[in-house]
């Protein structure tokens, strides 16, 4: 931790220096009260200028320019984009590139954020996966575009699961219980649960991933409000996270 700032990372990854990847945190930012203190979002009613600041701060202890980043306006769709620049993408979910020094990010609270690296083509991608994703295969149609563009090969591929809402907090109605394997629910007290983190796992695993080449942090963004937004807990009235996973430039 410097600054302030907590940045969560995969050992998954550490291998592989020419990944550059990180979950941030709450902590080390300049937002205050409901977006305290690092608020990587667009959310309304926190200032733009705090959250710029929060952008440069983020991005500098990973070592670029914001104006490197690739952002997302995220709709739950399974919408995926293979990008080479940096740059605002409206409607889409997921990301992938093999183009280095453009930096995919991901924004969340309680949805899980997935980070993924095909270590042999030297590919990078990124989902933003809640239960809508998860059900219409953002997923799999993530790693599907790799493999039709950059001829991946889903046992080459490295994912780590961000923090995210889990099974402990993440309340579902029946018809979205309905959707997922009866495995990945959970009932407690007449209340259902989705286990996300394993909904993500087994689409993984569908896909052709190893499991040891997934790594779920496993951390719940609900239960631990001094480390993350969580729009369930804090109802909808919240900061964002960010995710981001690049290629960075050889050094000469
Ligand atoms: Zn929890």
């Not at 709450?26 to 690092?38: E, N």
């Not at 670029?64 to 490197?68: E, I, S, V």
């Not at 095909?118 to 083509?121: A, G, I, K, L």
């Not at 959707?179 to 990945?184: H, N, R, T």
């Given at each position: 931790m410097r600054n302030g700032i907590e940045i969560l990372q995969s050992s998954l990854l550490f291998?592989?220096?020419?990944v550059c990847h990180g979950f941030s945190t709450?902590?080390?930012?300049?937002?205050?009260?409901?977006?305290?203190?690092?608020n990587l979002g667009l959310t309304d009613g926190d200032l733009k200028n705090n959250i710029e600041k929060n952008h440069r701060r983020f991005c500098r202890e990973l070592g670029?320019?914001?104006?490197?980043l690739v952002q997302l306006v995220q709709v739950h769709s399974n919408n995926v984009a293979v990008v080479t620049e940096p740059g605002i993408i409206p409607q889409t979910d997921a990301l992938v590139t093999d183009v280095e020094d453009i930096f995919l990010s991901i924004k969340t609270a309680d949805c899980a954020p997935l980070i993924l690296f095909?270590?042999?083509?030297k590919v990078v991608g990124a989902i933003h996966a809640g239960w809508k994703g998860i059900v219409q295969n953002i997923i799999s149609e993530t790693i599907n575009v790799m493999k039709r563009?950059?001829?991946?090969?889903?046992?080459?591929v490295l994912t780590v699961i961000g923090p995210a809402i889990h099974d402990c907090c993440y309340e579902v109605k029946s018809e979205v219980a309905g959707?997922?394997?009866?495995?990945?629910i959970i009932e407690r007290n007449g209340k259902l649960y989705l286990n996300s983190v394993l909904a993500i796992k087994n689409r993984l695993i569908k896909s052709?991933?190893?499991?040891?080449n997934i790594h779920d942090i496993a951390l719940c963004t609900s239960c631990n409000a001094n480390k993350f937004f969580s729009y369930r807990r804090d109802r909808g009235q919240t900061g964002r996270l960010m995710t981001v996973i690049g290629l960075q430039r050889d050094e000469i």
């Open positions: 291998p592989y220096s020419e709450r902590t080390g930012g300049v937002s205050k009260g409901k977006f305290k203190s690092l670029f320019l914001p104006d490197k095909d270590s042999v083509r563009v950059y001829k991946t090969r889903s046992d080459h959707k997922f394997d009866v495995s990945e052709g991933l190893l499991l040891d």
